[in-house]
């Protein structure tokens, strides 16, 4: 039990697991198949998390203020269908673009 809750606390950083900080982590791993760099942050530094803390905003507003659920599987249904719209929708800091559409260009771009 304690080794699958510690796999499933560590999948995403090592930086709070004295034990294996110069271990790559699943999503590290991930990201350098794909070529993608992940930038982190100084703890407790708000200046530099506003971009995060505005989307989780945003996901409190516009979806899980204005839902009920009553089951685990409606969540996750309301869910599917809330990540569609919102990866669909144009947004500013993508030049106007929605993530599917700047996903699509990324993997042009890179395939080519």
Same mark, same amino acid.
């Given at each position: 039990?304690? /080794?699958?809750?510690? !796999?499933?606390?560590?999948?995403?950083? #090592?930086?709070? $697991? !004295?034990?294996?900080? $110069? /271990?790559?982590?699943?999503?590290?791993?991930?990201?350098? =198949?794909? $070529?993608? +760099?992940?930038?982190?942050?100084?703890?407790?530094?708000?200046?530099?998390?506003?971009?995060? &803390?505005?989307?989780?905003? =945003?996901?409190?507003?516009?979806?899980?203020?204005? +839902?009920?659920? /009553?089951?685990?599987? &409606?969540?996750?249904?309301? @869910?599917?269908?809330?990540?569609? &719209?919102? #990866? #669909?929708?144009?947004? /500013?800091?993508?030049?106007?673009?929605?993530? #599917? &559409?700047? @996903?699509?260009?990324? =993997?042009?771009? =890179?395939?080519?």
């Amino acid at each position: 039990m304690i /080794k699958d809750y510690k !796999a499933k606390n560590f999948e995403f950083t #090592n930086r709070l $697991n !004295a034990q294996a900080t $110069n /271990k790559k982590t699943k999503f590290e791993k991930t990201l350098e =198949k794909m $070529n993608i +760099r992940h930038k982190l942050i100084k703890p407790k530094t708000p200046r530099h998390n506003g971009k995060v &803390e505005r989307s989780r905003r =945003k996901d409190q507003e516009r979806f899980y203020y204005k +839902r009920e659920f /009553k089951s685990f599987e &409606e969540f996750e249904k309301k @869910l599917g269908y809330w990540e569609k &719209e919102y #990866n #669909n929708f144009p947004m /500013k800091p993508l030049r106007w673009k929605s993530p #599917n &559409e700047q @996903l699509k260009e990324y =993997k042009l771009k =890179k395939s080519a």
